[in-house]
C-alpha cells in the first residue's frame, strides 16, 4: 500500500471537508482534481476488493460482528492489558486523523437514502453530533482528550506522520461517503463500525484507568460505550433492514462495507502492535 497514493487521496477528499489555507474552495470541484482522484480511487478499490471477500447476507454479518471474542490481539486488547501511555497517546495520533471529523463521512449518505433508513441514519448521527451541543460534539470530545494527553489537537495535526495503513483507514470512508454508488457500502461501514465500538471502547476504559490517564481521556469512551449500544440495534433493524427492503440489490455493497473497515481496521492494528511489541512507533 503507497503511501503517496493514499496522502494524495486524502488532500483531494480534504477539499471537500474544511480544505486548506490557501487553496481556492472552488477546487472541490476543479475537473482536473476529479480525474486524479478518479485515477486514486480506482486503484484503491481494486486493492480492497482483492482482499475481501464477497459476501451476500448482511444479517448473518452483523450476527458474527455481535459476537464478542474472548480475547483478541488488536490494539485495544493490547493496550488495556499491556500497553504504555506512550504507545495510547501514539494511537490517539492515529485515531485523530477521524475522530477530529467524526460522523462527517458518514453524513455524506444521509441525502442518498430515503424513508424510515434515512429518519433513523440521521437518529444516530444526530448523537454523533452532540444531541443539538456544540461541547457535546464527538470532534469536540475528542480534540478534548486530545488536549488532556497533552497532544496536538488541530485538525490534521498528525498527517504528516501516520503511515499509509493509517491514511487508508481514512480514506475508506470518504471514498464510501462521497460516491452515490457506494452508498451500500457507506450504510455497511457504519453499522460495523457501531457494533464493534461499543465492547472496544470498554476495553479502552479499562486500558485507560489502568495506566491512571486523565479521566477526560476515558469520558470519551464512556460515551461511546453507552451510545454505540444503542445505536447498533438502530442501525441493524432501522437503517439496514429498510435500506435491503427498498433497495435489496445493494445487500452485497453493505456486507462489502462491513468487511472493508475490518480489513483496513485488521491491517493498521496489525502494523501498530507489531511495531510496540518490538519497542518502535508507527508514526513518521
Known amino acids: 500500500m503507497s503511501r503517496d497514493l493514499q496522502l494524495a487521496l486524502t488532500v483531494c ?14 477546487a472541490e470541484w476543479d475537473p482536473d482534481v476529479l480525474r486524479f482522484r478518479r485515477l486514486l480511487e480506482r486503484v484503491f478499490l481494486a486493492y480492497l476488493r482483492d482482499n475481501i471477500e464477497a459476501g451476500t447476507d ?7 460482528l455481535s459476537l464478542e471474542p474472548v480475547s483478541g490481539t488488536g490494539p485495544s486488547w493490547y493496550l488495556r492489558d499491556q500497553g504504555t501511555w506512550e504507545q495510547m497517546r501514539e494511537y490517539f495520533a492515529h ?4 475522530h477530529l471529523k467524526e460522523a462527517d463521512p458518514h453524513a455524506w449518505a444521509i441525502p442518498r437514502l430515503q424513508g424510515q433508513a434515512k429518519a433513523s441514519f440521521v437518529a444516530v448521527e ?8 456544540g461541547e457535546r460534539l464527538h470532534q469536540r470530545l475528542w480534540a478534548d482528550l486530545m488536549q488532556a494527553a497533552e497532544l496536538d ?13 493509517t491514511l487508508a483507514w481514512v480514506n475508506l470512508m470518504s471514498q464510501f461517503g462521497l460516491h452515490r454508488s ?6 455497511g461501514h457504519f453499522a460495523a463500525t457501531e457494533i464493534t465500538s461499543s465492547p472496544g471502547s470498554k ?7 489502568r495506566l491512571g490517564a486523565p479521566d477526560i481521556c476515558a469520558a470519551f469512551y464512556r460515551e461511546h460505550v453507552e451510545a454505540d449500544a444503542v445505536h447498533e440495534q438502530i442501525l441493524r433493524h432501522d437503517v439496514v433492514a429498510n435500506l435491503l427492503r427498498d433497495e435489496p440489490h445493494l445487500e452485497p455493497d453493505v456486507v462489502f462495507g462491513m468487511r472493508a473497515l475490518d480489513f483496513v481496521e ?6 501498530l502492535v507489531e511495531s510496540w511489541k518490538s519497542g518502535r512507533s508507527l508514526l513518521l
Open 182 to 187: 457506494l452508498r451500500g457500502a457507506t450504510v
Open 203 to 209: 476495553r479502552f476504559v479499562d486500558g485507560l484507568t
Open 95 to 98: 485515531r485523530s486523523l477521524y
Open 58 to 64: 448482511a444479517f448473518a454479518e452483523m450476527d458474527a
Open 153 to 165: 489537537s488541530t485538525y490534521l495535526g498528525y498527517l504528516d506522520r501516520v503511515p499509509a495503513e
Open 126 to 133: 444526530f448523537d454523533e453530533y452532540g444531541g443539538g451541543r
Open 266 to 271: 485488521d491491517v493498521l492494528g496489525s502494523a
Open 13 to 26: 477528499y480534504e477539499l471537500h471537508y474544511r480544505g486548506f489555507e490557501g487553496i481556492d474552495d472552488d
